[in-house]
C-alpha cells in the first residue's frame, strides 16, 4: 500500500526534492541557534565581546533570512505537490469509474461513490506534503539533537533518552486504534453523503407526498452515526494527543530538574544548561512531529486504503485483445443461443434466444414486464455480459468488436430521459461533441424541438436546470431524440421512449422517431402497441422466451397473447404484468 503511495511523487519528483532540500536547511539551521545562545552566554557576555556580538547577531539575521526562504517554498511549494498528487488520484479514479461496467453502479450509490472520489482524497494532500518532511526533518533534527546533547552532557543525555522507548511504547499502541476509528468515520460520512444525494434528487417526490419529515428523520439516522463515529475519533485522538504532551512536559521536567542537579554541582555550565534545555525542546520538536505524523498518516492513508479498494475493481466488460472497429456498418443484428441472468438474482431472464435482424428493420418487442425486453436491449450495446451465446451485428460477435465502436454505431433512446446540467445546446451537442452549430439546430429541427428553443430568451443557450428540471418529459424526450439524430447510428433502439407522454406530445414524438427510425435497424420496446403496428415483425417476449412473432394483423388474428393486450387496451385496461 505504501510503495504503491509514493509511486505518486514520480511525477513532481523536482518539487518533491526543492521541498526535502528546504526542510533539511530548516532543521539545520534551528541546530544553530542554541550553539550561538550557549557561546553569547560563557563566553561573548562575560567577557564584553561587542564586536563578536555583532557578527553573531548578522549571522543569525542572514540565516534567519534563508530560513524564512525556506520555509516559504516548504508551506507553499510542499503543499502544491500534495495538491498535485490529490489532482492526479482523483484524476485517475474518476477515469477508472467511468471505465466500470453497468453491474457496479447498479449495486453501488452514488453518494458512496461520490464519497470516495471527494472526501476519501481529502487528507492526501496534508499526508503527500507533510508525511515525508515530517519524517525527514524529525530524523535531521533527532540525530543532531541527540550529537550535540552528547557532546554537552552524555549522562543527562542517558536519563533523557531512557523515556523515548515509553514515548514510542504509546504512539504504537494507539495506531492501531485510530486506524479503525478513521476507517469507520470515512465510512459513515459516505453513508450520510448517499442519503443526502438521494433525498435531494427526489426532493419533488417527498414534498408532493408531504413526507419532508420523514427524510429529515432518515437523513438524521445516518448523520448521527457520523456525529457518534466523528465523536469516538477525536476522543481517540484527545487520549494520543494528550499523552504525547504529557510525555513532552515529563521531558522537559526531568530536564531542568536532572540539569539543575548537574549545574550545582559544576557538571554543567549555566550557558550549556539554556543550550541544552533548548536542545532538549529541538529534540522533543521531532517526537511531536513522529506523534502527529502518526495521526495524520492515519487519516490520510485510511483514504487511499478506500481509494485502492475502488481502483482495484475490474469493469466486467473490456475489449478482446483482437477486437476490432466497426466500418461501413449495414446493422443485420443475429442473437444466438442468448442467454442471460443478473449477478445479484439466479433467475435467468433470457435463455437459449435466437432471432436474426435483417437491416434496415423495424422490430418491436411487446409482453409482460421481466420478459426481458430492456435487457435484451442493454445486451445488443454489451452493458452486460451474456451468460452463453453470443450476439453477432453483421456477422462479427460483440466480443469481438471493441466496445467504444460498438457503442458508437448504437443509438438508445430511453423513457427515462437524462439531461446532463447545462444548456440545450450542450445536451444535444451529447451526440456528437464535434458537431457544428447548424448540424445542432438540423438535429433539433428533426426531432421536433427547433421551433420550441427559438421561443426561449436564450434559445440553445437557455439552462435546463438539474436533469433537465425546468422542461416537460416531452420536451426532454425530444432533445433526446435530437441527440441520437446528431449521433447518427445505423442501429437504433427505442426502450419505451413515449410511454409516459400525453397522446398530443405521443404523436409528434413518434413522427420525431419514425423519421429517426428511417433506413436504420430498429428494435422498438412498445408500451403502447398502436405505435408499432407498422412494424416490420413484432415479437411477443415472455419468461419463456419468444411465444408470437409477426406483423400486427397476423398476430390479431391468431387471437394469441399479442391480440389479448392489444384488445385489453382499446377497452381501457391493462392485464396484470402487462407492458
Given at each position: 500500500m505504501l510503495r504503491?503511495?509514493?509511486t505518486y511523487y514520480r511525477p513532481h519528483w523536482k518539487l518533491f526534492l526543492l521541498d526535502m532540500i528546504c526542510a533539511f536547511m530548516?532543521?539545520?539551521?534551528?541546530?544553530?541557534?542554541?550553539?550561538?545562545?550557549?557561546?553569547?552566554?560563557d563566553d561573548v557576555i562575560p567577557n564584553k565581546e561587542i564586536r563578536s556580538l555583532v557578527i553573531i547577531t548578522v549571522v543569525l539575521v542572514l540565516l534567519y533570512i534563508v530560513r524564512y526562504i525556506c520555509n516559504y517554498v516548504v508551506d507553499s511549494w510542499g503543499h502544491i505537490v500534495g495538491t498535485r498528487m490529490e489532482y492526479d488520484m482523483r484524476k485517475e479514479v474518476f477515469s477508472h469509474v467511468q471505465s466500470l461496467s453497468f453491474s457496479y453502479f447498479d449495486n453501488t450509490k452514488t453518494g458512496h461513490i461520490m464519497s470516495r472520489i471527494v472526501n476519501d482524497l481529502r487528507d492526501i494532500t496534508e499526508l503527500a506534503h507533510h508525511g515525508p518532511e515530517d519524517?525527514?526533518?524529525s530524523l535531521v533534527m533527532l540525530v543532531g539533537s541527540f550529537i550535540i546533547l552528547v557532546n554537552v552532557e552524555w549522562r543527562l543525555t542517558l536519563i533523557i533518552f531512557a523515556f523515548v522507548p515509553i514515548m514510542i511504547w504509546f504512539a504504537i499502541t494507539k495506531r492501531k486504534k485510530l486506524e479503525e476509528v478513521f476507517m469507520e468515520q470515512r465510512k459513515k460520512i459516505a453513508t450520510v453523503n448517499a442519503q443526502l444525494e438521494n433525498s435531494i434528487s427526489g426532493v419533488r417526490v417527498s414534498k408532493s407526498f408531504t413526507n419532508e419529515d420523514f427524510e429529515v428523520d432518515k437523513?438524521?439516522?445516518?448523520n448521527d452515526q457520523f456525529r457518534q463515529t466523528r465523536e469516538s475519533s477525536f476522543r481517540v485522538m484527545a487520549e494520543f494527543t494528550s499523552g504525547v504532551n504529557f510525555f513532552s512536559n515529563i521531558l522537559n521536567l526531568v530536564a531542568l530538574s536532572a540539569g539543575g542537579y548537574f549545574a550545582f554541582n559544576n557538571l554543567i555550565s549555566f550557558g550549556e544548561l539554556v543550550s541544552y534545555l533548548l536542545y532538549v525542546n529541538f529534540f522533543l520538536q521531532p517526537i511531536r512531529r513522529l506523534a502527529m505524523f502518526i495521526q495524520q498518516y492515519q487519516e490520510g492513508m485510511t483514504g487511499f486504503r478506500r481509494f485502492q479498494e475502488i481502483m482495484n475493481i475490474e469493469p466486467d466488460i473490456v475489449d478482446n485483445e483482437n477486437a476490432i472497429d466497426l466500418e461501413n456498418v449495414k446493422g443485420n443484428i443475429e442473437l444466438k443461443d442468448v442467454t442471460f441472468s443478473y449477478q445479484d438474482n439466479d433467475k435467468t431472464v433470457l435463455a437459449g434466444l435466437n432471432y436474426t435482424i435483417k437491416a434496415g428493420e423495424t422490430l418491436a418487442l411487446v409482453g409482460p414486464s421481466g420478459g426481458g425486453k430492456t435487457t435484451l436491449c442493454h445486451l445488443i450495446p454489451r452493458f452486460y455480459e451474456l451468460d452463453e451465446g453470443d450476439i453477432l451485428i453483421d456477422g462479427i460477435g460483440i466480443k469481438d468488436i471493441k466496445l467504444k465502436s460498438l457503442r458508437k454505431n448504437i443509438g438508445l433512446v430511453q423513457q427515462d430521459v437524462f439531461l446532463f446540467t447545462g444548456t440545450i445546446k450542450e445536451n444535444i451537442l451529447y451526440g456528437n461533441l464535434e458537431a457544428t452549430d447548424e448540424e445542432v439546430i438540423e438535429a433539433a429541427k428533426n426531432a421536433n424541438i427547433h421551433d420550441f428553443i427559438m421561443t426561449l430568451p436564450d434559445g440553445y443557450n437557455t439552462y435546463v436546470g438539474e436533469k433537465g428540471v425546468k422542461l416537460s418529459g416531452g420536451q426532454k424526450q425530444r432533445i433526446s431524440i435530437a441527440r441520437v439524430f446528431l449521433k447518427n447510428p445505423p442501429i437504433l433502439i427505442l426502450d419505451e421512449a413515449t410511454s409516459a407522454l400525453d397522446n398530443e406530445t405521443e404523436i409528434a414524438i413518434q413522427e420525431s422517431l419514425e423519421r429517426l427510425s428511417e433506413g436504420r435497424?430498429?428494435?422498438?420496446?412498445?408500451?403502447?402497441?398502436?405505435?408499432?403496428?407498422?412494424?416490420?415483425?413484432?415479437?411477443?417476449?415472455?419468461?419463456?422466451?419468444?411465444?408470437?412473432k409477426g406483423k400486427h394483423e397476423e398476430l390479431l388474428a391468431r387471437n394469441g397473447i399479442y391480440s389479448?393486450?392489444?384488445?385489453?387496451?382499446?377497452?381501457?385496461?391493462?392485464p396484470d404484468g402487462a407492458a
Open positions: 504503491k503511495f509514493i530548516i532543521s539545520a539551521l534551528d541546530l544553530v541557534f542554541p550553539m550561538a545562545t550557549s557561546k553569547i552566554i519524517l525527514f526533518i437523513f438524521n439516522v445516518g435497424t430498429t428494435l422498438v420496446i412498445a408500451h403502447r402497441l398502436s405505435t408499432i403496428r407498422n412494424a416490420d415483425e413484432i415479437v411477443v417476449l415472455t419468461g419463456k422466451g419468444i411465444e408470437e389479448k393486450l392489444y384488445k385489453a387496451q382499446f377497452r381501457g385496461y391493462i
